[in-house]
C-alpha cells in the first residue's frame, strides 16, 4: 500500500507545471522539494534536464541528489542543501548566499564565480572542487575538506577554516585570505586552521 501511495505521490508531482513545481521545492516540506525537484529533471523543464539559471532561493533541499547536474548561474540563496551529493556539479557563478550545505558532498564540484557569501560549508567534502574567483566572504568553512581544492583569486575574508583540511590546497597572490592580506609563498596557513 505504501509503495502505491508514492508511485500516487510521484505521478501528481509530475503532472504539475513548472512554476507549481518551482514553488514547491522554494516552500514545500524538504521532502515535496526532493519530488518536485526529481519532477522538473525528468520532465526536462530546464532544456536538457539542467536547471540552469533557476531560481531556488530559500529551497529546503536537504540530502539532495545532483551529482553532474548542471547548475550554472542557479540561484540557491537561503537554501538548505544539508548533507547533499552535488558531486562534480556545475554551479559555475551560482547564487549560494547564506545557503546552508552542512556536511555536503561537493567533490569535484565547479564553483567558478559563485557567491557563496556567509554560507555554512561546516564539515562539507570539497575535495578537487575549483572555486576560482568564488565568493567565500564570511564563510563557515571549519572542519571542511578542501583538499585540492582551488582558491585562486578567492576572497576568503573572515571566512572560519578552523580544522579545515588545506592539504594541496591551491592558492594564488589574488587569493584573498580571511584576515583581508593576500596569499604568498610565505603564507602560514596553519594560523587559520587552528
Known sequence: MNSIMRRWKRLKTSLRSRPQLIVQVTTGTNSLALEAVEALQEKQHFQDGSMRGANLAGARLQNVRLARADLAGI??????????????????????????LTGANLREVKLPGANLENADLAGAHLAAAVLTGANLRGANLSRANLWRVRLHGADLTGADLTGANLDRTEFDNRTILPDGTHWSELTDMSQFTA
Open 75 to 100: 540561484r540557491l540563496r537561503k537554501a538548505n542543501l544539508s548533507g547533499g551529493y552535488l558531486g562534480a556539479a556545475n554551479l559555475e557563478n551560482a547564487d549560494l548566499h547564506e545557503a546552508r
